[in-house]
C-alpha cells in the first residue's frame, strides 16, 4: 500500500493578499485613475499589515502600472488606465452623425442595464449621490452652457452605472466618457432647435432617477429607454427636416 503525503497548503505572501485587496478597490471604482493613495503609515494601518508588506505590494502595483510614484509627492492610481479605449477611431466617430445615432443606440443598453440593476442594488449612499449629481445638471442648464450639461448629464448616469456594483459597466462607461459627453453635447446642440423638448427630457430624467431611488429595477428600465427613445425620435424628424431643406435650398440653386 502507497502511503499517501500530506500536502500541506502554501499561504499567499502578505504582499500579493494585500496586491489583490488593493487590486479590488481599483477594479470596484473604490480608488480612481488619478486618486492619490493614502500615506504609507495610515494604508498600513487601514489594512493592519506592516509597512514592508505593504510598500512590496504598492511596488508590485506599480510594476503592473496600475499605480505611479511621484518623488516626495506620494503614491497614483495611474490616470491612463482607460487609454486602451482612447483610440484615434473615438474621435472619427465623434464627428461622424451616423455614429451618432450608432452611440445612442449603445447607450439604450448600458444605461437601461445600469439603472435595472442599481435600483436592484443601490444603496442610500449611491442614492444620495445619484440625486446630487441629477441636481447638478439643473445648476449646469442655468449656466446655458451645452457642455458643462453634457459633462454634469454624464456624470449622472456614472453615478447610476457606479451604483449597479458592476465594474465592468463601471469602467467601460467611464473609458468612453469623452465619447458619450460628445454624444450628449452635440444631441443638447441639435434639440436647441425644438427648446419646448428640453422640459420633457428632464422630466423623463426624473422618472428615471425616482424609479432607481425607490428600487423598482423593471419601471428604472424602462424609464431609461422611454427617456433615450424620446431623444432619438426628436432627433431623428429634426434630422429628416434638415435633409428636407438642404434639398429644397439645393433645387431653388438650380435656377
Known amino acids: 500500500m502507497v502511503a499517501i503525503k500530506s500536502i500541506k497548503a502554501k499561504q499567499p505572501k502578505l504582499s500579493d493578499v494585500i496586491l489583490s485587496q488593493l487590486e479590488q478597490m481599483i477594479v470596484e471604482g473604490s480608488l480612481l485613475p488619478g486618486q492619490k493613495l493614502l500615506p504609507e503609515r495610515e494604508l498600513a494601518a487601514q489594512f493592519d499589515v506592516s509597512r514592508p508588506s505593504l510598500r512590496e505590494a504598492i511596488q508590485k502595483l506599480e510594476a503592473k502600472g496600475l499605480v505611479t510614484r511621484k518623488q516626495g509627492g506620494g503614491t497614483f492610481v495611474t490616470n491612463t488606465l482607460h487609454s486602451g479605449l482612447s483610440d484615434p477611431l473615438f474621435d472619427l466617430m465623434s464627428k461622424s452623425h451616423e455614429s451618432q445615432f450608432d452611440?445612442?443606440?449603445?447607450?439604450?443598453?448600458?444605461?437601461?442595464?445600469?439603472?435595472?440593476?442599481?435600483?436592484?442594488?443601490?444603496?442610500?449612499?449611491?442614492?444620495?449621490?445619484?440625486?446630487?449629481?441629477?441636481?447638478?445638471?439643473?445648476?449646469?442648464?442655468?449656466?446655458?452652457?451645452?457642455?458643462?450639461?453634457?459633462?454634469?448629464?454624464?456624470?449622472?448616469?456614472?453615478?447610476?452605472?457606479?451604483?449597479?456594483?458592476?465594474?465592468?459597466?463601471?469602467?467601460?462607461?467611464?473609458?468612453?466618457?469623452?465619447?458619450?459627453?460628445?454624444?450628449?453635447?452635440?444631441?443638447?446642440?441639435?434639440?436647441?432647435?425644438?427648446?419646448?423638448?428640453?422640459?420633457?427630457?428632464?422630466?423623463?430624467?426624473?422618472?428615471?432617477?425616482?424609479?432607481?431611488?425607490?428600487?423598482?429595477?423593471?419601471?428604472?428600465?424602462?424609464?431609461?429607454?422611454?427617456?433615450?427613445?424620446?431623444?432619438?425620435?426628436?432627433?431623428?424628424?429634426?434630422?429628416?427636416?434638415?435633409?428636407?431643406?438642404?434639398?429644397?435650398?439645393?433645387?431653388?440653386?438650380r435656377y
Open 103 to 253: 452611440l445612442l443606440e449603445f447607450r439604450y443598453g448600458i444605461e437601461g442595464m445600469s439603472a435595472y440593476y442599481a435600483a436592484m442594488r443601490g444603496t442610500e449612499t449611491d442614492f444620495k449621490e445619484i440625486q446630487l449629481k441629477h441636481d447638478n445638471i439643473g445648476t449646469a442648464q442655468i449656466e446655458n452652457d451645452f457642455r458643462a450639461e453634457a459633462e454634469a448629464v454624464f456624470e449622472f448616469y456614472l453615478a447610476i452605472c457606479a451604483a449597479s456594483h458592476n465594474a465592468i459597466m463601471l469602467h467601460l462607461a467611464r473609458s468612453m466618457s469623452s465619447l458619450i459627453i460628445d454624444n450628449i453635447e452635440q444631441n443638447l446642440t441639435v434639440l436647441a432647435q425644438r427648446p419646448d423638448t428640453f422640459g420633457k427630457i428632464s422630466e423623463y430624467r426624473k422618472q428615471l432617477m425616482d424609479a432607481i431611488l425607490s428600487g423598482q429595477p423593471q419601471k428604472a428600465w424602462g424609464a431609461s429607454h422611454r427617456h433615450l427613445a424620446f431623444i432619438e425620435e426628436v432627433l431623428l424628424n429634426l434630422t429628416d427636416e434638415r435633409s428636407r431643406m438642404e434639398r429644397s435650398m439645393r433645387r431653388m440653386q
